[in-house]
DNA sequence: AATTTATTACGAAAATTTTCGTAGAAAATA
DNA sequence: TATTTTCTACGAAAATTTTCGTAATAAATT
């Protein structure tokens, strides 16, 4: 079997992208929250927040679809897109990379960071305590 | 008399403090580390995880002398930079920006993602504790 | 049927970020 | 002193991300 060894740094052949943009996360967002839908209402949401054009939204959808962020229904006139990656894991990726870039890998001083200024319910200082309990005991 | 004012000094100093960018944030992490520092130095460590060549460095410490993140010490040949805005202020922008997008704004749930899938020590997991205790408190 | 509206596809402009080459000067070295 | 190395400044290329204009077509409306 020959295989073709691509030695060059850029290899843009098949590399999927695996990190969506800011803009991509934010469309994925409402994939996430909202299940599957069209480009406009996608486009509809993101005006909420910011001016955003049709043709915009539109291309970023497909070009997240080529990348293979997302799938999509084309039955009807207009397409349904829905998310292809996973909330929680897409979350974890970021989250490791943003560690990394931002806290210099310190999980601590990232949870420290993001309770210490901020208000948190008591009930979700339990929910944090108890996820405390598990690890503790999986330490050892 | 109508007279062209030249302020682009103050221009910079005013713009609104944008977010550093990746590279930005990596040397800045550095700078934080280690603190003042020398091109070169910089340059040394950032080639120790990535091929980076030496004016790459250079321009981006210039870029970021302009928008206000790094002051510097023109008095020696090489120039000595250091961070102009403080680590856990920016930590808190980044922070901010990072849970809205990803977490849409839930710090439970990027606190439990953080803590969920890292192998995190018993004394972090005391640290973490005793802030829990001061937040209880604090939340009564 | 004719017209208006809504949608996709597509290319390319615009904007932003990153990388690099070159020139000139200062310092170090031979 | 002559040469080599090291540094800054600066412009611009390269790469990436975001925005938008236009054409084609299907659907809806008049």
Redesign the pocket.
Same mark, same amino acid.
């Given at each position: 079997m020959i295989r073709k060894i691509n030695c060059s740094r850029?290899m843009?052949e098949k590399t999927p992208?695996n990190?969506p &943009? /800011?803009? /991509?996360l934010e469309i994925l967002q409402l994939l996430w929250e909202h299940g599957p839908s069209?480009? !406009?209402f996608v486009n509809d949401e993101l005006s909420k927040n910011? /001016? &955003?054009?049709? &043709?915009?939204t =539109?291309? =970023?959808m497909?070009?997240m679809h080529e990348k293979g962020f997302v799938e999509r229904d /084309?039955a009807g !006139?207009?397409?349904v897109y829905k998310a292809a990656i996973e909330e929680s894991a897409t979350q974890k990726q970021l989250l490791d990379r943003f560690l990394e870039t931002t806290f210099r890998g310190s999980a601590l001083k990232l949870v420290m960071q993001a309770l210490g200024n901020r208000k948190t319910s008591e009930q979700e200082l339990n929910e944090i305590r108890n996820l405390l309990d598990k690890l503790k005991g999986n330490a050892k």
């Open positions: 850029n843009a992208p990190k &943009t /800011e803009s /991509e069209t480009v !406009r910011k /001016e &955003t054009g049709y &043709t915009t =539109l291309k =970023l497909q070009i /084309e !006139r207009s397409h």
